[in-house]
């Protein structure tokens, strides 16, 4: 029998139990509500929804009362999981039930991933399963961005290296493979000091250095060695790594490929400096020019003065000669200038070739045999006959040089045409049917360097004294101004092979004449202008018109010829010899006001330069006469002639 202690002390700790239980599910629900994973609550018999929080209706976009009664299955943002009776008897049999990335659909459409947790329990005599939800989107965001990033650097153009503070690779892209040659198994746990040349190893200490400060390095232009040996140049910046805690752990390096611009930049001020070059050298030629027509003129009226047995007239025609070679350097400048008169015609370039084969044998050694091989029906060309003999003179030259012990040089023409196949890989070509001539040797070849510089002006492998460094790129220019293209192979000791490439045309074949020096010099009685701001060379002129019997006025530019034309009252001036180029007022607009007080007037220009002078000074125009300076002056008295007569000049090389 109990008594009234016992009884009170039963009821006290019933009631502390009750109490600590209202606790427990006061804080349990407590719990549940501000929960920040949602959480539903499922009867484990049914299947069906006892509870859920807040946290998950409004993530979805329900209310209690939308879930509460219902199955999972029942619900639209869960259609993409298995069906309700597969989930049960999963948890039935194994208790547990997990997906790591269900997607739902929320009420308002809105795609969500979240993670899924089922856990079956007991609650007093009854099986309860709960739910755990938890939103994972933002999450999956930020992987698939850190993913994206990963792609980036793993897939980037650049080099991106990872280093630790002691300068090992921990971490190497695909950009970096490709860069330095080196895969990442390669590299992974070695030194990045491997890249650096052996001259750039206080370039790797002083970046360590500053690596391990935890300093940034802008980006600077370097150079690197690949796993080949080769050496590249590269951009390279660095970065510090650290930890939350800012503690330097390594650094990452970003770098690229500069060589092509550094190939570009040098080719920039290659171009700048052959711009400056080729003007210095137009201008030296074009006053060259002027002094070379004083000395083969005046040595042309000594000799016309001299005993033709006496001593005098030998040592005249040497100096004539010495001038005409020089007129062929000049001629070399004003090509590689671009300022050089191309007078092209239509021909066959079997017979220019033929025309200068004695020329050309006697240019090489008796130990060089020299073979030219004609191609059959070859197609016509156009191009100036004097500079593919200068071309050729080159080659031949080259050629010689390059067999000192002997050989064999072979001069080809044949037909070709140039497809999609061979312009694609021989860089401003273009497809079409050409006549090809081929000059080879059996000498020395080239080596790769000298190759890189082959059409380089100024540069020559002949001992000093001995080359200008001109031929080939005079070559080259010449060929270009013909609308053609020129290439070559080489291979040390087996020779090199030129190969020029002229368009061929449908037109007839240009008639050529040759000036002929012999018969007598043509006479008149008109009245001429000589224009020439030159002394000696307007001299000059002045007295072989004036010694065949014409009546000449002289002017040294042209104000000064306007002036002379205004006083001028005498017989009309039929006919003016003007430089194009010239002090205070040139050629072109002299001309332009003579013409109005004389409109029938004619005019001969001269120059020392030509192709870009007359476009840019408004002078190479259909039926303008032209005569390049320096000149014979028996062509400069039948072009005269010509003109005054109204007839075709036949003493210039084209009729």
Not at 176 to 194: K, N, Q, V, W
């Amino acid at each position: 029998m109990k008594t009234n202690d016992q009884n009170g002390n039963g009821k006290d700790n019933e009631t502390r139990t009750e109490q600590a239980l209202r606790a427990s599910e006061i804080s349990y629900r407590r719990l549940f509500e501000a929960a920040k994973d949602g959480i539903l609550i499922l009867d484990a018999d049914t299947g069906r929804i006892n509870d859920v929080n807040p946290f998950l209706f409004n993530l979805l976009g329900f209310s209690r009362s939308d879930m509460v009664g219902k199955t999972v299955g029942e619900l639209s943002p869960f259609k993409d999981m298995e069906s309700n009776k597969v989930m049960l008897e999963r948890l039935q049999k194994d208790g547990y039930v997990r997906y790591e990335d269900l997607p739902l659909e929320t009420r308002d459409g809105r795609r969500i991933a979240v993670e899924f947790v089922s856990n079956v329990y007991q609650v007093g005599d009854h099986d309860v399963i709960q739910c755990n939800v938890r939103d994972i989107t933002e999450r999956k965001a930020a992987e698939k961005e850190r993913s994206r990033l990963a792609a980036i650097i793993e897939w980037s153009d650049d080099a991106i290296v990872s280093i630790t503070a002691n300068g090992i690779v921990i971490g190497w892209n695909h950009g970096a493979e490709r860069l330095y040659g080196y895969t990442a198994e390669e590299m992974i746990g070695r030194s990045i000091s491997i890249l650096f040349p052996p001259d750039h190893y206080r370039e790797y200490l002083r970046i360590m250095k500053e690596v391990k400060d935890g300093k940034s390095v802008p980006s600077f232009d370097t150079v690197r060695q690949r796993k080949d040996g080769t050496l590249i140049n590269v951009s390279v910046g660095i970065t510090p790594i650290e930890t939350l805690e800012g503690e330097i752990v390594g650094a990452s390096k970003n770098s690229h490929d500069i060589t092509r611009i550094k190939k570009l930049q040098a080719q920039f001020i290659e171009a700048q400096k052959m711009e400056v070059i080729g003007q210095l050298a137009g201008g030296v030629a074009h006053d060259f020019n002027n002094i070379l027509g004083v000395i083969i003129g005046y040595s042309d009226l000594v000799v016309a003065e001299l005993s033709p047995d006496g001593p005098g007239q030998k040592y005249v025609e040497e100096i004539r000669h010495a001038a005409e070679r020089a007129t062929g350097l000049t001629r070399q400048l004003l090509a590689f200038s671009r300022k050089q008169t191309v007078q092209p015609v239509v021909l066959d370039l079997n017979d220019t070739v033929i025309d200068l084969d004695k020329m050309l044998r006697r240019l090489i050694d008796e130990n060089i045999e020299m073979v030219i091989v004609p191609g059959k029906e070859i197609g016509r060309i156009k191009a100036d006959p004097g500079y593919i003999g200068q071309v050729l003179m080159n080659l031949v030259v080259n050629a010689r040089d390059a067999m000192p012990n002997g050989g064999k040089l072979t001069i080809t023409t044949t037909n070709v045409t140039l497809d999609e196949s061979y312009v694609r890989t021989h860089t401003g070509t273009i497809p079409g049917d050409y006549v090809m001539l081929s000059v080879s040797d059996t000498g020395t070849g080239m080596t790769d360097e000298l190759k890189a510089r082959m059409f380089e002006a100024f540069f020559t492998t002949k001992p000093k004294g001995k080359g200008t460094g001109l031929g080939l790129v005079t070559c080259q220019t010449i060929v270009q101004q013909s609308g053609g293209y020129i290439s070559f192979d080489s291979e040390v000791g087996k020779g090199t092979i030129f190969r020029i490439y002229f368009p061929r045309v449908e037109q007839p074949i240009d008639i050529l004449t040759k000036l002929d020096e012999t018969s007598s010099l043509p006479r008149g009685t008109e009245t001429l202008l000589v224009v020439e701001d030159d002394p000696s060379l307007r001299y000059l002129a002045c007295a072989v018109l004036e010694a065949q019997g014409y009546k000449v006025l002289r002017a040294s530019n042209g104000q000064d010829a306007l002036h002379v034309a205004r006083e001028h009252k005498g017989l009309p001036i039929s006919l003016v010899i003007a430089d194009v180029i010239m002090p205070l007022m040139g050629g072109k607009v002299m001309v332009e006001w003579l013409k109005t007080t004389y409109p029938d007037l004619k005019i001969l220009f001269t120059s020392g330069y030509t192709d870009d002078a007359l476009f840019r000074y408004g002078v190479q125009e259909e039926g303008v006469k032209f005569l390049p300076k320096p000149y014979p002056q028996v062509a400069l008295l039948r072009k005269i002639r010509a003109m005054l007569d109204n007839k075709t000049d036949t003493a210039m090389i084209r009729k």
